[in-house]
């Protein structure tokens, strides 16, 4: 979905008031398939998902390049492609009822952040409430003070006169995750938001997600091919083949948020990074997966 839609699309609750609860996010025996660029047939993406995620979490959706992470990711936001049926079957569900287009509550961040370089910091994070539904739903001065409060939170109070082009790439993720957290959604959806970032740059990314999840908790699922990072950030891992993708395993991660270099050596992180690794070799994954640590 694309922000001016997100921005556009929301639900009924007074513009002040926090979500009063957590929705729950169902996928059901998910197919999807895509012509084949020849036009012989069609080629299978996803292979009979099922996923229940019920808690304000953050879930780590883990697997090799091109093996369908981010085709899961766009239909748990609603996103449906032009012309394809889409899941080809299968249901998603969000607060049990079918998510069959863009979703009021879901939020997508992206790799490329996509922040308008004619606009300044401040009037990038504020772009949804330019936007008619946003606008009519949420008084100026609430729309002030949400703005203020993420560039706060995301350390870029004194950046906020700047334009992209003076920003780094770390402070221009972190204007792209403002502009998501400022709708307060109930479902943030984010597609390797840090996997372009030089090392140093991602762990302070990841150090400031995990913040700004405490201060504003909902359902996260974070797509990555990092076994580190996922291991970093997640409650739980959930490790997709190759394409067709299929789950090859699903663990809880109980060990509390920060966690440090001396856990991540540990003789039980070491297995999780093994146990990841041996599954996606059982089910013969040949594209990128990178163990940064």
Not at 24 to 53: A, F, H, K
Not at 133 to 155: I, K, N, Y
Request: aromatic share 4%; hydrophobic share 40%; charged share 25%.
């Amino acid at each position: 979905m694309s922000e001016a839609q997100q921005a556009e699309r929301t639900n009924d609750r007074a513009p002040n008031e926090e979500p009063a609860s957590f929705l729950d996010v169902t996928v059901s025996q998910v197919v999807q398939e895509y012509p084949r660029p020849d036009g012989e047939g069609v080629q299978r993406i996803l292979d009979g998902i099922d996923l229940e995620l019920n808690a304000p979490t953050i879930n780590m959706l883990l697997g090799p390049s091109g093996c369908g992470k981010s085709t899961l990711l766009r239909l748990l936001g609603g996103v449906r492609p032009i012309g394809v049926k889409s899941p080809t079957s299968g249901e998603v569900r969000i607060g049990g009822v079918p998510c069959n287009g863009p979703h009021d509550e879901a939020v997508m961040v992206f790799q490329r952040y996509a922040n308008r370089p004619d606009l300044t910091v401040y009037e990038n994070v504020a772009f949804p409430f330019r936007l008619k539904l946003w606008r009519a739903r949420v008084p100026p001065a609430e729309q002030e003070t949400r703005v203020q409060e993420m560039l706060e939170a995301v350390g870029l109070a004194d950046k906020a006169e700047l334009r992209p082009s003076q920003l780094s790439g770390g402070q221009n993720q972190r204007v792209a995750l403002a502009r998501a957290l400022v709708l307060r959604p109930r479902i943030l959806l984010m597609d390797e938001p840090f996997g372009a970032l030089d090392a140093q740059t991602r762990e302070e990314m990841q150090r400031l997600l995990i913040d700004l999840w405490k201060a504003q908790k909902c359902i996260v699922v974070f797509v990555t091919h990092d076994v580190t990072e996922a291991l970093l950030l997640g409650d739980r891992v959930l490790v997709l083949s190759a394409s067709p993708a299929t789950i090859v395993d699903d663990f809880r991660i109980d060990e509390p948020r920060p966690r440090s270099d001396a856990w991540l050596m540990s003789t039980p992180v070491v297995q999780m990074k093994d146990r990841i690794l041996q599954r996606l070799h059982g089910s013969k994954s040949h594209g990128q997966v990178r163990v940064s640590f």
